[in-house]
């Protein structure tokens, strides 16, 4: 299974979570090494990072929940290999898809705990729901921007048909943002009129349980 590498969240515990776009059957993965996630030391190993190519074999199937379930791959841990090759065309016909919004994407699934100034917050889907739990978006540069909410960095975008405050998971954004606060998160992102925006939802927590949807990164 050859994978583009899309998507490197900070996960707890050290952990991370890795998502690709499998090239040959044209969908979402999320590779899973011996059916965990990846371990900050297997991360630098093999330089995962958006646009990384990597072969991988997978190994038994997911006895996880949807919507997880939906992408999540364990493979061999000892399979992996990384090629030289650096995927950079985030917006060419080559690129992974794009859904044309969040609602598109989740359907009558997509809640939200509240709105305020016409942002929607607290986006979620239920635990259980058969749909993506990985999708992406593209839009205008000028419609995404970055604060810092009380201690935690959040992204606001504006897809074209609703605005959604999103907690960011991006492992570049969110270092970017620990060495050098919003300032460094705005010169982390690419130089370009558009972006390829990476949205996953996260495991279910909060009580009740819910997916809460999250910027995993801008490519």
Same mark, same amino acid.
């Given at each position: 299974m050859d994978l583009l590498?899309?998507? &490197?969240t900070e996960m707890a515990g050290g952990n991370y979570c890795v998502a690709g776009w499998d090239v040959v059957a044209k969908r979402m993965v999320r590779p899973l090494p011996n059916g965990t996630n990846w371990p900050a030391i297997l991360l630098d190993q093999h330089g995962m990072m958006a646009g990384r190519i990597v072969r991988v074999t997978p190994h038994g199937g997911s006895n996880g929940i949807f919507p997880h379930?939906?992408?999540?791959?364990?493979?061999?841990?000892?399979?992996?290999?990384?090629?030289?090759e650096v995927f950079s065309d985030w917006l060419g016909a080559t690129a992974?898809?794009?859904?044309?919004?969040?609602? &598109?994407a989740f359907g009558r699934h997509l809640s939200c705990n509240a709105e305020w100034n016409?942002?929607?917050?607290?986006v979620h889907v239920n635990p259980g729901v058969q749909c993506s739990s990985l999708i992406a978006v593209r839009i205008p540069k000028e419609d995404l921007s970055f604060a810092d909410s009380f201690g935690k960095l959040k992204a606001v975008l504006n897809d074209g048909s609703d605005k959604y405050q999103l907690a960011v998971s991006s492992k570049v954004l969110k270092e970017a943002w620990q060495a050098?606060?919003?300032?460094?998160?705005?010169?982390?992102l690419p130089v370009r009129a558009e972006f390829h925006v990476r949205i996953g939802l996260a495991r279910p927590f909060d009580d009740p349980p819910k997916c809460y949807a999250m910027l995993n990164g801008i490519l």
């Open positions: 590498i899309t998507d &490197v379930r939906t992408e999540d791959t364990p493979i061999d841990q000892t399979s992996i290999r990384v090629s030289n992974p898809q794009f859904v044309p919004s969040l609602r &598109v016409g942002v929607k917050r607290g050098g606060g919003l300032a460094a998160v705005n010169n982390a």
